[in-house]
T-cell receptor, first 114, second 113 residues
Framework: AQSVTQLGSHVSVSEGALVLLRCNYS??????LFWYVQYPNQGLQLLLK??????LVKGINGFEAEFKKSETSFHLTKPSAHMSDAAEYFC????????????FGTGTRLTVIP | GAGVSQTPSNKVTEKGKYVELRCDPI?????LYWYRQSLGQGPEFLIY????????DSGLPNDRFFAVRPEGSVSTLKIQRTERGDSAVYLC???????????FGSGTRLTVV
């Protein structure tokens, strides 16, 4: 089965600084990859997804992620953090391309310091 | 509707009782998913419906858990003889057929006391 590792359960950045949230997956076969954001008391919202040959994926709210097969990674970045980015972020992977269920990481809580 | 609706938002029940959790997906979404999120964890897959049928129920933890979607729209997750370990947030998500990247509801927080 697939697994996802999110390094760092908590990440703090200053407002305006680079955001980097790490995600590594286990499969040797490139799956589909996703990043979700969860604000307090809300459902998960899709930030972006990788399902094609384009390895740099742009999402909502200025976030982007790069699929690196050689590193089995799909790290999430944003050039300049805003206070509104404070939330929990989850990386997820499909079992295989086209599988319907997702495997989620344990999440990274992002704190933005004014 | 505009989003995925889950009711109730909170449910407290006594150990051993039966509970039903409801999910109303986005209109026209044929795929529906149930996930469970325990404290400090990411969501864990339970079951997937394509239309009325359960296409994949491999994530259901045991036979106390059951889900239905009789008309291909609203789904109900049913838990019999609840245990304290069932306490979690139960998330529902829906998607258009063939689309990857679900829309999640806000979840039902189940507390078994």
């Amino acid at each position: 089965a697939q697994s996802v590792t999110q390094l760092g359960s908590h990440v703090s950045v200053s407002e305006g600084a680079l955001v980097l949230l790490r995600c590594n997956y286990s499969s040797s076969v490139p799956p589909y990859l996703f990043w979700y954001v969860q604000y307090p008391n809300q459902g998960l919202q899709l930030l972006l997804k990788y399902t094609s040959a384009a390895t740099l994926v742009k999402g909502i709210n200025g976030f982007e992620a790069e699929f690196k097969k050689s590193e089995t990674s799909f790290h999430l970045t944003k050039p300049s953090a805003h206070m509104s980015d404070a939330a929990e972020y989850f990386c997820a992977v499909s079992e295989w391309r086209g599988a319907n269920n997702l495997f989620f990481g344990t999440g990274t809580r992002l704190t933005v310091i004014p | 509707g505009a989003g995925v609706s889950q009711t109730p938002s909170n449910k407290v029940t006594e150990k051993g009782k039966y509970v039903e959790l409801r999910c109303d997906p986005i209109s026209g979404h044929t795929a529906l998913y149930w996930y469970r999120q325990s404290l400090g964890q990411g969501p864990e897959f339970l079951i997937y419906f394509q239309g009325t049928g359960a296409a994949d129920d491999s994530g259901l933890p045991n036979d106390r858990f059951f889900a239905v979607r009789p008309e291909g729209s609203v789904s109900t997750l049913k838990i019999q003889r609840t245990e304290r370990g069932d306490s979690a947030v139960y998330l529902c998500a829906s998607a258009r057929g063939g689309d990857y990247g679900y829309t999640f509801g806000s979840g039902t927080r189940l507390t078994v006391v």
